[in-house]
């Protein structure tokens, strides 16, 4: 497929960025991105907050500011009570709010399934923009969030989530990437994605394709929710886990004796996940630091970037 080029393009989808970034002048570019989903959590009010989270969550992981949004709802009008709705958008609301995003709009069509999310127009300066791509070699690499989202959202379906599960996954997806993002530029982050559907490895492959360098992720250092564990081993995985090992599996090496939660913790599709960042050695740990010390408490350096491997992911 062709695409036209623009030369103030700075960011589409050739890269699999996270979001459209387009110059408007020499100091400031429009960034642009849209996403929405099914609910994931039963209260409808929590499930707008995450959906509001995660969609914003593209602009962050290129270091922009969000600044407004439209709602984008499909909802079954004729087998849904308009409260579930009403319930939805509120939580959506008071996140936009967190966030400082002023809601401009929105579209809303008849669906057999409710979705929610939204549409986010933001800025950037186009000279600092963080991109997926650039990682050096001897960089660290750094997750925000815990991963398990999509093994315990499974277990919640089947009513197998203890409340203290739903709470603290929650609390999580809701969480802004708001702070790790306004942080990136004190450590000169060479790259970052946020994680979502793809897993773990998923977007950590985005972020080498094509290029001269490798990663090497260490199990032992991943931050994870401790019920993940249970319910993976129970058979609480979800079928886009499946896939995105099938995708993947052919790019990723892993070392022998690696615990088999861990070969499904990497690969476990996420929602509203941490950003996974790419720092100098030098400035890893004092980054970690910060990030704790600003409400940021599950960061964690995760592993490296390496020229050893290049294109391949290293699971040891």
């Known amino acids: 497929m062709h695409f036209h080029r623009d030369a103030n393009l700075i960011a589409g989808i050739e890269h699999g960025e996270d979001a459209g970034i387009y110059k408007l002048r020499d100091d400031l570019a429009l960034v642009q991105t849209v996403d929405f989903f099914t609910p994931i959590v039963d209260e409808p009010y929590d499930f707008g907050r995450i959906a509001v989270a995660n969609s914003l969550s593209d602009v962050y992981a290129m270091g922009g500011t969000p600044l407004t949004?439209?709602?984008v709802v499909c909802f079954p009008n004729n087998s849904m009570d308009i409260s579930i709705l009403r319930e939805v958008l509120r939580g959506g609301l008071d996140a936009m709010h967190a966030a400082g995003v002023i809601l401009v709009g929105g579209h809303t069509v008849d669906d057999p399934e409710l979705k929610y999310g939204l549409s986010v127009t933001g800025i950037i300066h186009p000279e600092r923009v963080i991109h997926n791509y650039g990682a050096l070699p001897g960089d660290r690499?750094?997750?925000?969030?815990?991963l398990g989202t999509g093994i315990i959202?499974?277990?919640?379906?089947?009513c197998r989530a203890a409340p203290s599960d739903i709470t603290a996954v929650t609390a999580s997806m809701a969480a802004l990437n708001r702070t790790a993002s306004e942080l990136m530029p004190?450590?000169?982050?060479h790259a970052a994605t946020d994680i979502t559907g793809f897993g773990l490895i998923g977007h950590a492959?985005?972020?080498i394709a094509g290029s001269?360098?490798?990663y090497i992720i260490e199990t032992g250092r991943l931050p994870v929710f401790e019920a993940s564990r249970k319910f993976a081993a129970e058979g609480m995985i979800p079928g886009g886990l499946h896939?995105?090992?099938?995708y993947y599996k052919n790019i990723v090496n892993v070392s022998p004796g690696i615990p088999q939660f861990y070969l499904d913790i990497i690969y476990d599709p996420q929602t509203s996940g941490g950003l996974l960042m790419a720092v100098p050695a030098d400035k890893a740990a004092a980054f970690v630091e910060k990030l704790h010390l600003s409400g940021v408490p599950d960061a964690a350096v995760?592993?490296?970037v390496t020229a050893e491997n290049p294109g391949r992911i290293m699971v040891i």
Not at 186 to 189: I, Q
Not at 243 to 246: A, E, F, S
């Open 153 to 158: 959202s499974t277990a919640i379906k089947a």
């Open 205 to 207: 492959a985005e972020m």
């Open 243 to 246: 896939r995105n090992r099938d």
């Open 302 to 304: 995760i592993g490296e």
């Open 186 to 189: 004190l450590f000169n982050v």
């Open 69 to 71: 949004a439209m709602n």
């Open 141 to 146: 690499l750094i997750l925000t969030k815990n």
């Open 212 to 214: 001269s360098t490798g």
